[in-house]
């Protein structure tokens, strides 16, 4: 009985020695993981508040952009995360490798950042404009790039001021990356403004007529308040826009008066008030940029029925083809005008001279096209453009007298009775060009 007892108190003494020297092995190792963790939480504070505090200064300074900011965000809390202290592993195996290099490479990633917005920033600084001033914070001379405004007289903004709306939204910005020698720097405005609006005349949008627009139209509540940024540029009144901006929205073809002009006018202007309201602007742009082509025969339709009879007689026809006519007309012209322009200043006169010192033979005198074929020149060659446009007229208006034939005969409809709208769908399907006055000019705004 002894031999056991002390056995026993043998066996019970070295368990306990066990478990006291595992015990304090365990909170050996414990407390040096704890010290380390605490150093690494310290280390990612401090370098948290640094990058912190770069931020702050960046924010104020205006030059990060958002996907900088956000990507020094999610670094934040990445590491923010990787130094949380958790609950003490069981195990010294459970700490890998893994999670050493992943940490040291999320702090070169970071270095690296640093690194290159001080590279960026040095770049920037490294264009003076001498003898320019910030009109905002009075910065001289103006580093990086250099906003000039165009509708001012000697008006300029530094790259920090520019995002701050601290000038008129109505004038144009000139950005400006390369320095102008500072003696031939312009003064005076460049161009008067394209802008007519007046921003004291329109009211902020609400949340309830953005979601009553959304609900109206196809655009979201980003293109609504874009719009209503465009609105407010070109907005005069407190009505709204008035028809004399409209005509100078169409630039040369707002100083024709034309038939297409009108309906397209009366399109957007439902109330009839001579002026076009914001909620008439976007609904319109709504039908005219996204609208299906149901909806834009509808609306061809009513553009076509100027008696307000609910049906199209051939005398409308006639009268909105010829106006569509001149508006392609006009639009072509001014195409060809433009390439015209653009050869003759690519053009190679050979030092200033004419053309005829190409050849060395003189011209007959008695030579020409009138004496060689006995025929007038057709009014299109040089010197007879002038007369074209009567002989184009005529040509138009018997083309728009057999188009206008046609569709009655494909709608087997009696040039004198009417079109109806069930008859201008099913044609509108098969011939889409009776929708085209719709779309020829097109947004307008």
């Given at each position: 009985m002894n031999h056991i007892g002390t056995w026993t108190t043998f066996c019970v003494g070295a368990t306990v020695g066990v478990v006291v020297l595992v015990s304090a092995s365990q909170v050996r190792w414990y407390l040096t993981e704890r010290r380390r963790r605490q150093a690494t939480l310290q280390e990612a504070h401090r370098l948290t508040d640094s990058i912190q505090a770069l931020v702050e200064t960046e924010r104020r300074n205006n030059t990060l952009n958002d996907s900088f900011l956000q990507?020094?965000?999610d670094l934040e809390m990445q590491h923010t995360l990787s130094a949380t202290p958790a609950r003490p592993p069981l195990h010294m195996d459970d700490l890998t490798e893994t999670e050493d290099n992943q940490r040291m490479e999320d702090n070169q990633s970071l270095l690296n950042l640093l690194f290159n917005i001080a590279e960026s920033q040095a770049k920037k600084e490294g264009y003076v404009h001498r003898g320019i001033t910030c009109n905002n914070c009075s910065t001289s001379p103006i580093c990086g790039v250099r906003y000039k405004c165009a509708n001012c007289i000697d008006f300029d903004l530094c790259e920090r001021c520019e995002p701050r709306d601290c000038h008129n939204r109505n004038h144009l910005l000139v950005k400006i990356r390369i320095p102008v020698p500072p003696l031939a720097n312009p003064r005076n405005p460049l161009f008067k403004p394209v802008y007519p609006g007046k921003e004291e005349t329109v009211r902020s949008l609400t949340w309830d007529q953005i979601a009553k627009l959304k609900s109206q139209t196809y655009f979201d509540q980003f293109e609504i308040e874009a719009l209503h940024e465009q609105y407010k540029s070109l907005c005069t009144s407190k009505r709204g826009i008035s028809r004399e901006v409209y005509d100078m929205c169409l630039g040369p073809l707002g100083q024709e008066k034309n038939l297409v002009l009108d309906r397209l006018f009366k399109f957007y202007d439902k109330n009839e008030d001579a002026h076009?309201?914001?909620d008439e602007m976007v609904k319109g742009l709504s039908v005219l940029v996204k609208g299906?082509?149901?909806?834009?025969?509808?609306?061809?339709?009513?553009?076509?029925d100027l008696d307000g009879v609910g049906a199209i007689s051939r005398d409308n026809l006639c009268k909105m083809f010829k106006s569509y006519f001149y508006i392609t007309i006009e639009l072509v012209r001014d195409v060809v005008k433009a390439c015209e322009e653009?050869?003759?200043?690519?053009?190679?006169?050979?030092q200033g001279k004419p053309v005829s010192s190409l050849f060395s033979a003189p011209i007959p005198a008695d030579t020409g096209a009138v004496a060689a074929t006995g025929k007038i020149p057709f009014p299109g060659n040089p010197g007879g453009r002038e007369g074209m446009w009567p002989v184009m007229e005529a040509m138009s208006q018997d083309a728009i007298d057999e188009m206008v034939d046609n569709i009655f005969k494909m709608a087997n409809v009696d040039p004198s009775d009417r079109i109806s709208l069930e008859d201008f769908e099913r044609l509108a399907v098969v011939d889409n060009s009776l929708i085209a006055w719709f779309d020829a000019l097109g947004t307008v705004f």
């Open positions: 990507m020094t965000t076009i309201d914001f299906n082509h149901r909806e834009k025969v509808e609306y061809a339709f009513n553009g076509y653009e050869m003759m200043s690519n053009f190679d006169d050979s």
